[in-house]
T-cell receptor
């Protein structure tokens, strides 16, 4: 199994500012994923982050708004830039421990509120 | 695009009842299907993973089945307890990297 931690657990931010969310996995993983869960909704994939390459973004998400770093096999960051109230969501990072056929584990999430 | 539907959206049962949650998906070309539990304001806890070649998986009071050809999965919870109260999400993995999530079933077990 994998243990995934995220910081911060929650934050309240002003419109127009940026927030960087950190994700730490207790083992080396090839792929890490960032998801968004808007209030009352299910999870939507933002991007896939592989170490040593640019993140791959899903339709509707762009690098300028959600820049991602993946400096090593255990860590990733997601920045939510120039925030608006519509960005208020739970942001979760996730990783399968050994490939796409394996169980995918999730961090506890970062609850973001934008005023 | 894969679409995942969960029925019912909410379910309330008395403690001790057995119950079934349903998940359906539109594209049967999947690697696997995973059931998660999410407590309010928290992240996801993996409950069961069923590979595309498997028919079911069991863990304690939980049993998940998969009928890939018909695009359906069920999560059976035996002898429900108040601690089972949570939102249950199913997710299917198709090609590439994405997990497609259903909208969840919010379960309340009444003591």
């Amino acid at each position: 199994s994998a243990v995934i931690s995220q910081k911060p657990s929650r934050d309240i931010c002003q419109r127009g500012t940026s927030l960087t969310i950190q994700c730490q996995v207790d083992s080396q993983v090839t792929m890490m994923f960032w998801y968004r869960q808007q209030p009352g909704q299910s999870l939507t994939l933002i991007a896939t982050a592989n170490q040593g390459s640019e993140a791959t973004y899903e339709s509707g998400f762009v690098i300028d708004k959600f820049p991602i770093s993946r400096p090593n096999l255990t860590f990733s960051t997601l920045t939510v830039s120039n925030m608006s109230p519509e960005d208020s969501s739970i942001y979760l990072c996730s990783a399968p421990t050994s490939g796409l056929t394996d169980t995918q584990y999730f961090g506890p999430g970062t609850r973001l509120t934008v005023l | 695009k894969q679409e995942v539907t969960q029925i019912p959206a909410a379910l309330s049962v008395p403690e001790g009842e057995n119950l079934v949650l349903n998940c359906s998906f539109t594209d049967s070309a999947i690697y696997n299907l995973q059931w998660f539990r999410q407590d309010p304001g928290k992240g996801l806890t993996s409950l069961l993973l069923i590979q595309s070649s498997q028919r079911e998986q069991t863990s304690g009071r939980l049993n998940a089945s998969l009928d890939k050809s018909s695009g359906r999965s069920t999560l059976y919870i035996a002898a429900s307890q108040p601690g089972d109260s949570a939102t249950y999400l199913c997710a299917v993995r198709g090609g590439a990297n994405n997990l497609f999530f259903g909208t969840g079933t919010r379960l309340t077990v009444i003591p």
